[in-house]
């Protein structure tokens, strides 16, 4: 079993920053990638960005230039910067075990005012 805190979240003017961290605990040996989904009200959830335990990263094409993921042994933390008011949503900290089993935070809420 893995869990996941994420903290960080809350409100933020347009063109401002926020700093999003996720810890990870119990089995984190057996963990790999760690990634930042989202989800705004209405719509589905999406990947934000991932990060391999060697480093390799992933964004999406909405958030490539703004947000930043980096990670230090079992924390995953991403630097969210110009943020706009589409940027609101839940954010969840995502990872899978050896097995294939996904482990989900409970998410934080980043809400972004025009």
């Known amino acids: 079993q893995v869990q996941l805190v994420e903290s960080g979240g809350g409100l933020v003017q347009a063109g401002g920053s926020l700093r999003l961290s996720c810890a990870a605990s119990?089995?984190?040996?057996?963990?790999?990638?760690m990634g930042w989904y989202r989800q705004a009200p209405g719509n589905q959830r999406e990947l934000v960005a991932t990060?391999?335990?060697?480093?390799s990263t992933n964004y999406a094409d909405s958030v490539k230039g703004r947000f930043t993921i980096s990670r230090d042994k079992n924390t995953v933390n991403l630097q969210m910067n110009s943020l706009k008011p589409e940027d609101t949503a839940v954010y969840c900290c995502?990872?899978?075990?050896?097995?294939?089993?996904?482990?989900w935070g409970k998410g934080t809420l980043v809400t972004v005012s025009s």
């Open positions: 995502n990872t899978k075990d050896s097995r294939g089993t996904s482990y």
């Open positions: 119990g089995s984190i040996f057996s963990i790999n990638a």
């Open positions: 990060i391999t335990s060697g480093g």
